[in-house]
């Protein structure tokens, strides 16, 4: 009898032991599944048969971030670090036809640009967001706001911004190039894409020296990834694209980050934005060219959080 109990008790000790394991391994499940259920896409389909590679880390208040020509969102590598420690979510959108985005055939111009930042925002559904551009990017971010009235951003960040207007015109005398210049620039890059990047890198920063040789080679390698078509499209967005236009429906707060000495875009830019923008801050750099976020890697950081705080 004694033995049977004994018997009795080993066996309730085995169930007892079969349950909790069993929830033990249904605790572990929920949970993996949990976590993959939070991961975030890499890649967002913008259109059909276009998917673009996103940046998306990080909580908090979301900063987005659109890159430069003929760079990807993998430029921003020295601004994600700083932000995320901040407390805020960065979200890096690499534009078609560049870096590890898809490279279709098709339109390469601001309009497209800007309808593929809307359809990543829409799937990302963020708000109240800063939305920060350099250069090329400046003007599509520029663009994307004054086009979509605002759509899910508060604030806006043009850093080194190749806007209004890029190429002389009779009645803007501003930009260093003429439009004949930058159809050079296409003839190069399609006789010569590394005589291209090469020539873009010789003006990049304010002095040979003011980028090592390895952030030079990795600047290079991502310019390299870009498809020869967008770099040609995008070329002739810049050369013709007139955003004037856009600078008076502007209605967000603005933060206009230049530098004096900006080899590739006239610092005379800078200012006919704040001009146009209405309340806008202009800030200026004095020891750094058209790779202020490298150059001045922590003055430019520092300002940048403290207009998202603002």
């Known amino acids: 009898m004694k033995l049977i109990n004994n018997m009795g008790a080993i066996l309730l000790l085995l169930a007892l032991a079969t349950s909790c394991s069993d929830k033990k391994t ?3 499940m929920k949970t993996t599944t949990e976590t993959a259920v939070k991961a975030r896409a890499e890649y967002i389909e913008a259109a059909p048969n276009v998917k673009l590679h996103v940046t998306d880390l990080g909580d908090g208040k979301p900063v987005i971030f659109i890159h430069g020509y003929p760079l990807s969102d993998a430029m921003w590598e020295y601004q994600y670090h700083p932000l995320i420690k901040e407390g805020y979510r960065v979200i890096g959108i690499t534009l078609r036809g560049f870096g590890l985005s898809d490279k279709p055939y098709g ?3 601001y309009d497209q640009f800007a309808d593929d ?16 551009g350099h250069s090329m990017g400046g003007a599509i971010a520029l663009h994307y706001t004054a086009k979509y009235n605002n759509a899910h951003v508060s604030k806006l960040v043009l850093l080194s911004a190749a806007a209004p207007v890029q190429t002389k015109r009779a009645d803007f005398p501003y930009p260093f190039a003429k439009k004949e210049d930058l159809t050079n620039w296409i003839g190069l890059n399609n006789t010569d894409r590394p005589g291209l990047l090469a020539a873009i890198g010789a003006q990049f920063a304010l002095t040979p020296e003011a980028i ?19 770099m040609e499209q995008a070329l002739m967005a810049l050369r013709d694209e007139d955003l004037r236009g856009d600078l008076p429906k502007i209605k967000v707060p603005t933060l206009i980050v230049h530098a004096k ?15 146009g923008i209405a309340g806008s801050q202009l800030v200026t750099f004095e020891k750094s060219g058209h790779a202020i976020f490298l150059e001045e890697r922590d003055k430019f950081n520092e300002e940048l959080i403290k207009f998202i705080k603002q």
């Open 107 to 109: 339109k390469y111009n």
């Open 212 to 230: 090592s040789p390895g952030i030079g080679k990795w600047m290079g390698d991502i310019e390299m990834q870009s498809s020869p078509y967008a």
């Open 117 to 132: 930042i809307k359809a990543v925002l829409d799937e990302l559904d963020v708000t109240d967001a800063t939305i920060v």
């Open 26 to 28: 249904e605790t572990t």
């Open 261 to 275: 000495e900006d080899k590739i875009v006239a610092y005379a830019l800078a200012e006919q934005m704040n001009k």
